[in-house]
């Protein structure tokens, strides 16, 4: 099953190195994000209940790597949607290879895409002067949660492929990713969020996925937030892996 | 000229009957200005309180801002429904009929025109209904006018890049260029508290005239000054892009 489950992750890497055109929404969408956010509310630091930063870009680095994640996750489901409509899927699953890797596979592929995309944001900071305040440990932390959320992030979207098995209707989810992105505190503190965004952050996920991000760029490494942050990583990325797996079984039923 | 003006509208109406024929593709760009423009201020309405900011809320102060990006995503998805109709050989048709190639593609655009009150209409609704204070009907009006130009303006730069490419995979070139002119401005805060760089960006950015325009009468009076620079960018823009994609359109087939 690793074996197979490696492969099928190769073939999506390099499937997506031959056309980077696919990738680059991933990116180029939340940098025009952060450059606006940055540009536009960058005074917004000067506000009572703002934790104290180095700048406005440090704040909403944590923004735009998460939003980025999730449209990673987006594009993921959009591949094994487009493997469904090609016909690939079912030459996969009539080969004779352990059926869970080719959810495992494009899931592997996404962690390994997400790493990238942390990487790019986390280098897109240090060019324009934000600095990672926590240092390398700090860069390890970022690493690990972004890399854990978007593992998880992707197998949401494989999950709703093999449910809707459309990629047009995996396209439809696009706005709802902004949704759920403003009613956590990605963007913005959660004190200085309106009512019921603020409500609503306090128990979304994303919330503390950002928090966790964020932390150990703005500050010294702090134990709550990193654990937090890794808990609502490593939780949405085992509720969705295993989502993601019934989905496959589910469809298999039918099949 | 009747001939040309019914073609216009054949053209249009096709445009259009995609709203009721595949609405799921048209719903998202319905949605998003009304969902960014409620998310925005609920995440940012603080910022309000920053000083200089020269509006009461900070959902007042972002509703134009959906406005415009509801007319750039319709304009953006005029180019994409060209770039499908290029795909599958529907365009060429097209070209080999006996009309004008100016007056295909008005027929292109106009329907961008039209669509884009789509969103604008339910963003105005939900905005009133969150308590935005009505602006008026000149300023409504006004509103109307500078949205419809700028969504034909952007119809004909997604046409361009539509003609350049020839296929939907260049969808988010198209989303891009509007989403760039629309937020490129004084979009989240006044001039005054933008950073340096997006403070310079937005001085050039022909679309900063067009935002302030419809802006005026949601944080205050309808003003002649802050009408005419409005109205002349639109109508450069619309000249620019326009004889540009004329251009494209006529090497069509070279």
């Known amino acids: 099953m690793i074996r197979t489950s490696l492969a099928l992750a190769r073939r999506t890497l390099l499937d997506a190195a031959r056309r980077p055109q696919f990738l680059a929404p991933l990116v180029i969408f939340p940098s025009l994000f952060l450059a606006i956010n940055t540009g536009g509310l960058h005074r917004s630091t000067d506000l009572p209940g703002f934790p104290h930063v180095g700048g406005f870009l440090d704040f909403q680095l944590a923004a735009a790597m998460t939003q980025s994640l999730l449209l990673g996750g987006v594009a993921q489901g959009i591949g094994t949607a487009l493997e469904i409509e090609s016909g690939?899927?079912?030459?996969?699953?009539?080969?004779?290879?352990p059926r869970v890797s080719i959810v495992l596979g494009r899931i592997l592929a996404g962690a390994v895409i997400a790493l990238g995309q942390v990487l790019y944001f986390v280098a897109i900071g240090l060019i324009f002067g934000a600095s990672i305040a926590g240092g390398l440990p700090g860069l390890l932390i970022v690493l690990a949660i972004g890399v854990l959320a978007g593992t998880g992030f992707c197998a949401?979207?494989?999950?709703?492929?093999?449910?809707?098995?459309?990629a047009s209707?995996?396209?439809?989810?696009?706005?709802?990713?902004?949704?759920?992105?403003f009613v956590s505190s990605a963007f913005f503190p959660r004190a200085l969020l309106s009512?019921?965004?603020?409500?609503?952050?306090?128990?979304?996920?994303?919330?503390y996925i950002a928090d966790g991000l964020r932390d150990p760029i703005i500050s010294s490494v702090s134990l709550q937030p990193v654990l937090e942050g890794l808990a609502a990583a490593a939780?949405?990325?085992?509720?969705?892996?295993?989502?993601?797996?019934?989905a496959l079984h589910g469809r298999l039923r039918e099949a | 000229m009747s001939r040309n003006a019914a073609m216009i509208w054949a053209l249009a109406r096709r445009a259009l009957n995609e709203i009721t024929r595949v609405p799921g593709a048209a719903v998202p760009g319905v949605l998003a200005p009304t969902i960014f423009m409620v998310g925005l201020s609920g995440v940012f309405g603080q910022a309000a309180r920053l000083p200089g900011f020269d509006a009461a809320d900070f959902r007042t102060f972002i509703v134009p801002v959906g406005l415009l990006q509801g007319a750039a995503f319709t304009g953006a998805a005029t180019g994409v429904n060209l770039a499908r109709d290029i795909e599958r050989g529907w365009f060429d048709r097209l070209m080999v009929c006996p009309a004008p190639r100016t007056t295909i593609l008005l027929g292109v655009v106009a329907s961008a025109a039209v669509r884009s009150l789509l969103p604008a209409t339910l963003l105005t609704c939900v905005a009133f209904?969150?308590?935005?204070?009505?602006?008026?009907?000149?300023?409504?009006?006004?509103?109307i006018v500078l949205i419809m130009a700028l969504a034909t303006a952007i119809a004909f730069y997604a046409v361009i890049i539509a003609l350049r490419f020839r296929?939907?995979?260049?969808?988010?070139?198209?989303?891009?260029?509007?989403?760039?002119a629309v937020l490129f401005t004084a979009a989240y805060a006044p001039k005054a508290l933008l950073a340096g760089w997006l403070s310079a960006v937005a001085t050039v950015n022909p679309v900063s005239p067009i935002l302030t325009g419809v802006r005026q009468g949601f944080v205050g009076d309808v003003t002649w000054h802050d009408t005419w620079p409005a109205l002349l960018a639109s109508a450069c823009l619309l000249v620019v892009l326009g004889s540009w994609a004329v251009h494209r359109l006529g090497r069509v087939g070279d």
Request: hydrophobic letters at 60%.
């Open chain 1, 195 to 207: 009512h019921p965004a603020d409500w609503i952050a306090s128990y979304n996920p994303l919330s």
């Open chain 2, 129 to 143: 209904a969150l308590g935005v204070d009505f602006p008026g009907v000149p300023a409504l009006l006004l509103t």
């Open chain 1, 169 to 181: 209707t995996v396209q439809g989810i696009f706005p709802l990713v902004f949704v759920v992105l």
């Open chain 1, 235 to 246: 939780g949405v990325t085992a509720a969705f892996v295993a989502l993601a797996v019934a």
């Open chain 1, 88 to 97: 690939f899927f079912d030459r996969l699953v009539a080969s004779p290879i």
């Open chain 2, 167 to 180: 296929t939907q995979q260049a969808a988010p070139l198209m989303q891009m260029g509007g989403f760039i």
């Open chain 1, 156 to 166: 949401l979207g494989v999950m709703i492929a093999l449910r809707a098995r459309n």
